[in-house]
């Protein structure tokens, strides 16, 4: 069975750095993208960048590029998404799924449950 | 980047009614290289439908999705109380990938 389980809520004050995870299993974690998905508070889906495990390959949407990291630990079927200094609308909650890849860029047949990320003074 | 918008906003129907939804891209897609996904309330969004019209893993019949290059649609023939939520397009033709706004489809 194919299950993402991703790290659980955060709080956290404006500046501080924070890594949030998505625990992969199930399936062979080097041969499948794992991409990330942003949801804001009342708001829909946006894709964020994606990650081919088994060489690092890593693609960010310009408006995420430079605002975060997307990286794998592939000795421990994990995928990482992080932060080094968060803003208040940053708040979120935030999505990892497993990618197929079409042209171009990948869409996602199994997701994880969500992290919810509070920034806040 | 590729934009997609999505219509209606919102979908009021009674169970039963057949829903229809559209995606437009704003420039090709590269023929089908679009999905539908659905997002109910504290949920995650789970894949409908892939590569256009082909169907994820136990996806039941009622859903079907059709279109090439710049317009898609995605149909329910029956409506069943559990197919109310918000559902998205994304296209993965070109980097980076892209959803639509969501339509919403509630009950009636």
């Known amino acids: 069975e194919v299950r993402l389980v991703q790290s659980g809520a955060d709080v956290k004050k404006p500046g501080d750095s924070l890594k949030i995870s998505c625990k992969a299993s199930?399936?062979?974690?080097?041969?499948?993208?794992i991409g990330w998905v942003r949801q804001m508070p009342g708001k829909g889906l946006e894709w964020m960048g994606s990650i081919y495990p088994g060489d690092s390959d890593t693609t960010y949407s310009p408006s995420f590029q430079g605002q975060v990291t997307i990286s794998v630990d592939t000795s421990i079927s994990t995928a990482y998404l992080q932060w080094t200094s968060l803003k208040a609308w940053d708040t979120a909650i935030y999505f990892c799924?497993?990618?197929?890849?079409?042209?171009?860029?990948?869409?996602?047949?199994?997701w994880g449950q969500g992290t919810p990320v509070t920034v806040s003074s | 980047e590729i934009v997609l918008t999505q219509s209606p906003g919102t979908l009021s129907l009674s169970p039963g009614e057949r829903a229809t939804l559209s995606c437009r891209a704003s420039?090709?897609?590269?023929?089908?290289?679009l999905a539908w996904y659905q997002q109910k309330p504290g949920q995650a969004p789970r894949l409908l439908i892939y590569?256009?019209?082909s169907r994820a893993t136990g996806i039941p019949d009622r859903f079907s999705g059709s279109g090439s290059g710049t317009d898609f649609s995605l149909t329910i023939s029956r409506l069943e109380p559990e197919d109310f939520g918000v559902y998205y397009c994304q296209q993965y033709g070109s980097s980076p990938g892209t959803f639509g706004q969501g339509t919403k489809v509630e009950i009636k």
């Open positions: 199930g399936y062979s974690f080097t041969t499948y993208w």
């Open positions: 590569d256009a019209s």
């Open positions: 799924a497993r990618g197929l890849y079409g042209s171009g860029s990948v869409y996602f047949d199994y």
């Open positions: 420039q090709s897609v590269g023929s089908t290289y």
